[in-house]
């Protein structure tokens, strides 16, 4: 990593901050330079560091985040920053105190929580962060059951989880504020994939019964479910569809009394409804839609729309009845980006080689908005063009706003169309690039070190956690 200096004496930099006022809009940019005067120079190895697993600091840099070696307790510690300093001309040339070669030198623990049970393990890889109210969102969960029998409208082939529990905590204190159980459910909680956090709302994708879980956390620190979306996408679909079936049920036992005795039994069989295999999810029958209305208006002429219709819409209609919801990200309040793909692509662990779409989902109005493949040029010009509409991030975050992305700095812009320009096939460099959609929450970091307008570095060797 190299930096464009612009003064190497800080005392020059203080000394011009106090004299000159930044454009209006770019104090933190301004302040931000400073990093350019601070640059980690010295590593120190053979630290006596506690047996822990440790996961990441929180976005504000208050706390680290740590697990007990055998995955049941919580350890939070906060950064007791500079303990050691050299005003020497040659600071370089001596050792450290046997003090700063100490971890509890530059760490101080506030609390060890114990969170999984006897039967549960805390999922290592998951852990968000609502910096507003400083709360955390933690998981455990008990071992997958790789060839659990599909039941109660699961999907086939999607293992189980016998219990998942998320616990939100105040982190000041450590204080469990609320939990929320899935039974007998499967959700990809490695690097946060199928949860993900936006202003106060939580989505928490269900793999196995195919249902996106929208959840409100209060100030109170509260989990209040907000809406189911899969099975059903407004919030009186189901009132709906029983009373349905209910009125159905009463025509047909009306009908039984008028056929001979020896009959009723099979009538009776042949007149329940079915509500598992009647219908196609809510989701799925609004996806089916858009893409049938799309091909529809292609054409004006009635013959070429049946030719369009039959080519491109129910030629591949079992196909997309098979797709399964993958990932889900919000892009606002209002507004899910959701991924869908194969049943193989969901649950395995690189599901780039897998054929996958895109979907924009309105929670308002509950409809599919745009549809694309994830090859398609037109979504890849989007994101090029749009990036940051991709990576939202909470409107309460400051730091999370200055993340740099090919969308608003000039020098990250470049080298994205350095690569795309030195691919050999474009196709399966779009297709790439457009993999990572939807992000994964809290995926990137807000470090200064990681601001393309201050310094470089290559992307391949920072760790998205």
């Known amino acids: 990593m190299y930096y464009r200096s612009r003064s190497s004496n800080i005392a020059a930099r203080i000394f011009d901050r106090q004299i000159c006022t930044p454009a209006p809009g770019t104090s933190v ?29 929180t976005e504000d840099g208050q706390y680290l985040i740590s697990f007990s070696r055998n995955h049941q307790e919580l350890i939070v510690y906060r950064p007791r920053w500079l303990s050691f300093s050299c005003n020497d001309e040659d600071c370089d040339q001596h050792d450290l105190p046997s003090k ?21 393990l805390i999922c290592k890889d998951f852990f968000l962060y609502m ?17 659990a029998p599909a039941v109660g409208g699961a999907v086939q082939g999607v293992p189980s989880i016998e219990k998942i529990t998320f616990h939100l905590l105040r982190m000041e204190d450590g204080e469990i504020l609320d939990k929320k159980v899935f039974s007998n459910d499967f959700v990809n909680l490695t690097h946060n994939m199928g949860v993900f956090l936006y202003d106060d709302l939580l989505a928490i994708v269900s793999l196995r019964y ?26 009186d679909d189901e009132l709906f569809l029983n009373s349905n079936a209910q009125g159905m049920s009463l025509s047909d036992k009306n ?37 049938f209305q799309g091909i529809w208006n292609e054409e004006t002429d009635d013959t070429l729309r049946i030719q369009r219709l039959r080519n491109k819409f129910y030629f591949h209609f079992q196909d997309y009845v098979d797709l399964i919801i993958w990932k889900v990200q919000f892009l606002d309040r209002h507004h899910l980006l959701i991924k869908f793909g194969s049943v193989d692509g969901g649950v395995s662990r690189n599901a780039d080689h897998h054929p996958a779409f895109v979907a924009v989902y309105n929670m ?14 037109e979504l890849y010009m989007l994101f090029e063009q749009f990036g940051d509409h991709f990576h939202v991030t ?23 169309r350095s690569i795309k320009d030195k691919a050999s096939n474009s196709s399966q460099f779009v297709k790439k690039m457009l993999a990572s959609l939807p992000f994964s929450c809290q995926s990137q970091s807000p470090s200064p070190y990681f601001d393309q307008s201050l310094f470089r570095f290559d992307d391949k060797v920072c760790s998205t956690c």
């Open 29 to 57: 940019h301004h302040a931000r330079r400073f990093y350019e005067n601070l640059v980690p120079s010295y590593t120190i190895y053979e630290v006596e560091c506690p047996d822990h697993s440790f996961r990441k600091f």
């Open 100 to 120: 700063a070669r100490r971890f509890d030198s530059f760490f101080t623990q506030l609390y060890c929580v114990p969170l999984a049970s006897c039967n549960e």
């Open 131 to 147: 910096e507003s109210n400083q709360f955390g969102l933690f998981a455990t969960s008990t071992a997958q059951i790789h060839d």
């Open 210 to 235: 195919q249902t996106i879980h929208i959840l409100q956390i209060r100030d109170s620190g509260n989990l209040v479910d907000v809406r189911a979306i899969g099975e059903f996408c407004r919030e």
């Open 255 to 291: 009908k039984q009394h008028q056929v001979p005795e020896n009959n009723v039994e099979n009538h009776m069989h042949q007149g329940q409804p079915n509500m598992g295999n009647s219908f196609l999810s809510g989701i799925k029958q609004r996806l089916l839609s858009f893409i």
């Open 364 to 377: 308002a109005t509950t409809e599919i908005v745009s549809f694309y493949q994830n090859s398609a040029d």
């Open 394 to 416: 909470s409107r309460n975050s400051m730091y999370m706003n200055f993340v740099s992305s090919h969308s608003n700095n000039i020098h990250a812009l470049e080298q994205l």
